[in-house]
């Protein structure tokens, strides 16, 4: 018994949650890599592993007042937007940056390169010589000419594209300080490629508008001037409000602007039009009863099914952390933030830390030294 409490007091416990934090943070980055979700039985033994490994870092770490004050609050927030919504997105996002203390953003992104890297190039290489199903079928392009596109395995040829650019996303951000123009080439020449196999429209304009982000964070030296970037998220909130609110099919500009984005503006006016906007969360039945589409724009779909008091709370923390941000010159950091807010405008995924691990970085306002380089390792 002496030895076993021996070893319990020498045992370094906050290293070993550490360790399973990562643990947690990579099964979770490898099911989203292979488009795994909750439906399908393989990913719920992973996530079963990966809860465990969350629990290991949420039992030994030592949080101040304060964080627990703060943790206690996202819980029961995300609790309860699971039950109304039927959604976890927002409990495990809670969860994982709560759970986030002591460990290292950047080894956080170096595991998802690695994860991200390894399933893309298993599910390329895998359907392109018959291992896996490579999803060839066609779709018409803006000429309304029939063109083959290939899904690589994945349930569609955007999601094949997006797994392309946020592999990408993380090449860029993880290399960041070296980048030049053969950077640009090699990555716009696998951009262009996956574009032409996949017919993403939204994917390639956001990766050159990435790297036009880029090019204007490294030519512009004044710190003030940088300070349009921390401006990404309220600016696509409030465009992607304008919109919605203001539409009208009758108008040509309007009209040519929901063409370019598949319908998503009209889907969204419609819910906005025939049941309005909530001070707090409505279930989706209320929205299935009604059923317009899917509300492919992050902004407004926190807005519409979360309601303003959750809305203008979560952007506040996004606002916040751009400023903080801003204020510590974590430039790049900016720089991936302002293409994942032009990506809000046209997709969910970025409410989800494990397809877009950038929003994690809302945890630098309970825990600001997570971006301080070589903090913690396993």
């Known amino acids: 018994m002496e030895n076993i409490k021996t070893i319990y007091r020498e045992t370094n416990w906050e290293r070993i949650g550490i360790a399973a934090y990562y643990g947690y943070f990579a099964i979770n980055i490898l099911m989203k890599a292979f488009a795994y979700d909750h439906g399908d039985d393989i990913y719920r033994y992973f996530f079963i592993f990966g809860m465990v490994f969350l629990g290991i870092k ?9 964080e627990i004050a703060w943790a206690a609050f996202l819980v029961g927030l995300g609790l309860a937007l699971s039950i109304i919504t039927k959604q976890n997105t927002w409990l495990l996002l809670f969860l994982t940056i709560i759970a986030m203390k002591n460990c290292s953003f950047r080894l956080m992104i170096e595991i998802a390169l690695y994860i991200r890297v390894f399933c893309a190039a298993v599910l390329v290489i895998g359907s392109s010589f018959g291992v896996y ?5 066609t779709t018409p392009d803006t000429k309304f000419v029939e063109i083959p596109v290939y899904s690589f395995a994945l349930n569609e040829p955007n999601y094949a594209y997006l797994t392309i650019f946020l592999t990408i996303m993380l090449l860029l951000y993880y290399n960041y300080e070296k980048l030049n123009w053969k950077w640009f080439l090699v990555t716009a020449a696998v951009a ?32 003030k001037w940088k300070f349009l970037l921390a401006l990404s998220v ?26 370019y984005v ?28 009604n059923y317009f589409g899917l509300i492919d724009n992050t902004y407004m779909f926190v807005l519409l099914y979360c309601g303003w008091a959750v809305a203008l709370f979560f952007f506040f923390l996004v606002c916040r952390t751009l400023f903080v ?28 830390g494990f397809m877009n691990p950038f929003i994690l970085l809302t945890g630098i306002l309970l825990y600001p030294d997570i971006l301080k380089e070589g903090k913690q390792t396993i």
């Open 58 to 66: 949420l039992v030994t770490t030592k949080y101040t007042l304060r």
């Open 133 to 137: 199903d490579i999803g060839s079928k």
């Open 192 to 223: 262009f490629l996956f574009y032409k196999l996949t017919f993403c429209r939204t994917g390639i304009a956001v990766f050159f508008f990435c790297w036009a982000l880029i090019v204007f964070e490294k030519a512009v030296k004044s710190h």
């Open 234 to 259: 309220p600016v696509g909130a409030l465009f992607s409000f304008a919109t919605m609110v203001v539409y009208n099919g009758g108008n040509k500009i309007m009209a040519l602007l929901n063409h």
């Open 262 to 289: 598949s319908g998503r503006i009209y889907i969204m006016n419609s819910y906005y039009r025939l049941q309005g906007l909530a001070l707090y969360p409505r279930t989706q039945e209320y929205f299935y009863a």
């Open 325 to 352: 941000l801003y204020r510590q010159r974590h430039y790049k950091e900016l720089v991936m933030l302002g293409t994942l807010a032009l990506y809000a405008i046209l997709e969910q995924f970025v409410m989800n």
